[in-house]
T-cell receptor, first 111, second 113 residues
Framework: RKEVEQDPGPFNVPEGATVAFNCTYSNSASQSFFWYRQDCRKEPKLLMSVYSSGNEDGRFTAQLNRASQYISLLIRDSKLSDSATYLCVVGASGGSYIPTFGRGTSLIVHP | DVKVTQSSRYLVKRTGEKVFLECVQDMDHENMFWYRQDPGLGLRLIYFSYDVKMKEKGDIPEGYSVSREKKERFSLILESASTNQTSMYLC????????????FGPGTRLLVL
């Protein structure tokens, strides 16, 4: 399995700011991509899947760049409640059952 | 909603004890996973199972074993707990392939003294 890399941060931003995270992956055969959110001392939960055409869910936008092998997550109008760790996940490929998790990017939104 | 439950939220054990962590999912998922998560190291796969009685090693299987006798239940066993197994243990499941969403249990924080 190949690596998935993320900047660990922390990203410290004020409320209302726009912040973007990137995640690079090394397996060009990867077919599925996800962003998970993990609150402190809690389990990861799916934030959104990342589609080839990009997708948006409210203040969150995820994009995939296959040529450069990275995915991104953009958060607009940051809220205090957005403070969390964001995990990039690349789905398995080649018949494997095992997705690959990045180590996460920490976001702190302050008043 | 998919529900993944783990037998304990917090556990304190002594070195050398045998430890059982249980995970149950209620959505008839095929695949189940055990991870540990440590600061700065992210999630690391210990074992996973793609069917009843089937298991495969992940990245860090040493010191652990697993059991999947029923589809809904996946157990992680620490044969002889050591202090370096102090960690957060997370169970997850997916319906079919690992191209799909992983649903996690709430985690077990294990402290080995």
């Amino acid at each position: 399995r190949k690596e998935v890399e993320q900047d660990p941060g922390p990203f410290n931003v004020p409320e209302g700011a726009t912040v973007a995270f990137n995640c690079t992956y090394s397996n060009s055969a990867s077919q599925s991509f996800f962003w998970y959110r993990q609150d402190c001392r809690k389990e990861p939960k799916l934030l959104m899947s990342v589609y080839s055409s990009g997708n948006e869910d409210g203040r969150f936008t995820a994009q995939l760049n296959r040529a450069s092998q990275y995915i991104s997550l953009l958060i607009r109008d940051s809220k205090l409640s957005d403070s969390a760790t964001y995990l990039c996940v690349v789905g398995a490929s080649g018949g494997s059952y095992i997705p690959t998790f990045g180590r996460g990017t920490s976001l702190i939104v302050h008043p | 909603d998919v529900k993944v439950t783990q037998s304990s939220r917090y556990l304190v054990k002594r070195t050398g004890e045998k430890v059982f962590l249980e995970c149950v999912q209620d959505m008839d998922h095929e695949n189940m996973f055990w991870y540990r998560q440590d600061p700065g190291l992210g999630l690391r796969l210990i074992y996973f199972s793609y069917d009843v009685k089937m298991k495969e090693k992940g990245d860090i299987p040493e010191g652990y074993s697993v059991s999947r006798e029923k589809k809904e239940r996946f157990s992680l066993i620490l044969e002889s707990a050591s202090t370096n197994q102090t960690s957060m243990y997370l169970c997850a499941s997916t319906l079919g392939s690992a191209q799909e969403t992983q649903y996690f249990g709430p985690g077990t924080r294990l402290l080995v003294l």
